[in-house]
C-alpha cells in the first residue's frame, strides 16, 4: 500500500463528514455563530460591500490551502517523476511501435515504479486537506448564511446589471460561482509566487552544499 493512503482515508471521511454536517442545522447554526462573532465585524462591512466581503474569504482559503500544499510538494521531485514520465512515453510508443515485447515489459515496470513514487507525492498533499476543511467549512457556511441576510443582495456583471446572490443557477446559488471565479486569479497568482521563492530558496541550497 503507498504510504500516505491513511491521510488521504482520513481526509476522504472528513470530507464527508463535513458535507453530513453542512446539512445538519444544529451544526451549522452552531458554526455560523461562531464564525459571525469573528467575520462580521472584521470583513462584513455591516453588508455594504458583499463582493468584497466573498474575495476576503476567498483569500483567506488560499493563503492557507496553497501555503500548506507548497511546503507539502516537493516540486524538484514532482518535476523530475514527470520528465521521466514523459521519456518513458516516447519509449513505450516506439516499442509499440516495433513489437518489441521485452522492452515494452521492462518499460513498464519503470513507469509502475514512477507511478508509486507519484502516487506517494500526491498523498502527501492530502494531508493537509483536513486542515483546509476544518478552515473552510465553517467559513463557507457564515458566508452563506451572510449573504441570505442582506438587504440588497445583488451584484452587477457585464452582461446583466442585476443579480442576485441567492439566486439558484443550475445546483449552486449564483454567489458559489463568484466564489470559485474570484479565486481562480488569487490562487494562480499566489501559488506561482510561492512555487518561485521556495525553488529558487531550494536552488540556492543546492549551490551552497555543492
Known amino acids: 500500500m503507498p504510504q500516505g493512503t491513511g491521510s488521504m482515508f482520513l481526509a476522504m471521511i472528513l470530507m464527508f463528514g463535513m458535507l453530513i454536517a453542512f446539512f445538519n442545522p444544529t451544526i451549522r447554526n452552531t458554526a455560523v455563530s461562531g464564525m459571525n462573532f469573528i ?3 472584521s470583513i462584513g462591512f455591516s453588508g455594504s460591500f458583499p463582493v468584497i466581503t466573498i474575495m476576503i474569504a476567498e483569500l483567506i482559503v488560499v493563503l492557507l490551502g496553497t501555503t500548506l500544499r507548497i511546503i507539502f510538494t516537493d516540486f524538484v521531485q514532482q518535476a ?3 520528465r521521466i514520465m514523459s521519456a518513458l512515453r516516447k519509449e513505450q510508443r516506439d516499442a509499440f511501435k516495433e513489437r518489441n515485447q521485452d522492452r515494452i515489459k521492462k518499460l513498464n515496470q519503470h513507469q509502475n515504479k514512477y507511478l508509486m513514487q507519484n502516487t ?17 467549512f465553517p467559513l ?11 438587504p440588497y443582495p445583488v451584484f452587477t456583471v457585464p452582461w446583466a446589471p442585476r443579480v442576485y446572490f441567492t439566486e439558484q443557477y443550475l445546483i449552486f446559488p449564483t454567489w458559489v460561482y ?3 471565479l474570484l479565486g481562480i486569479p488569487f490562487t494562480q497568482i499566489y501559488q506561482r509566487l510561492l512555487r518561485y521563492f521556495m525553488l529558487k530558496r531550494r536552488l540556492e ?3 551552497s552544499a555543492s
Open 80 to 82: 523530475r517523476i514527470q
Open 205 to 207: 541550497k543546492l549551490t
Open 39 to 41: 467575520l462580521a465585524p
Open 178 to 180: 463568484l466564489y470559485g
Open 140 to 150: 463557507f457556511t457564515w458566508l452563506s448564511s451572510f449573504l441570505y441576510t442582506l
Open 120 to 136: 506517494q507525492l500526491m498523498n502527501k498533499q492530502m494531508r493537509i486537506l483536513p486542515i483546509t476543511l476544518i478552515v473552510i
